[in-house]
């Protein structure tokens, strides 16, 4: 059977997916055994709105990584990138704790804050381009740090974050 369309589901609950429960405040999260995954919670309502939000969104977390990366250049000097770094494991625990807090799990503030401001703020793109410039200039051990540290790091990051979010429910 084909999944309904969305106007089809408007005002139909026997249509809606009931894999994801989005009547419950944690439905951006799907316990499974001892993992924790995330799974996509109500839509926002009003494209347009929530387009909007998004690009604010994210207007607002490409300024905010643009000021974390200018601080942390300064701070810690250029020759690796640390500002990548801190930006990404903390684009990462915020994008947990988004998802798991009970307040703003759907709708405009996942839009705004999850969508938009963590989409704009994280930099996956420069963390490979930075990485790849690092092995470029024989810096192939610190090449290698940044990359494992990086994704180990920020998947820490989103579990720590999410069960932050999590107990905030409690």
Known sequence: MNKPRRDE????????????????????????GRGVFFCRAGGAGGAMQTY???ALGGAA????????????ARRWGARF??????INVTGSFLLGLLLAAPA???GRPHALLATGFC?????FSTFACETVALGGRGARLPALAN????????VAAVALGGALGLSLGR
Do not use: E, K
């Open 9 to 32: 589901v408007r005002g139909r609950p026997d249509l809606i997916d009931r894999r994801i429960p989005t009547d419950s405040p944690r439905s951006a999260w799907h316990r499974a």
């Open 119 to 123: 989409g704009g703020y994280t930099t």
């Open 61 to 72: 977390g490409a300024n905010a990584r643009f000021v974390v990366s200018t601080v942390a």
């Open 147 to 154: 990359a494992l540290g990086s994704v180990v790091l920020c």
């Open 104 to 106: 703003l799990g759907a």
């Open 52 to 54: 909007l939000l998004i």
């Open 81 to 86: 990138p640390w500002g990548t770094l801190l």
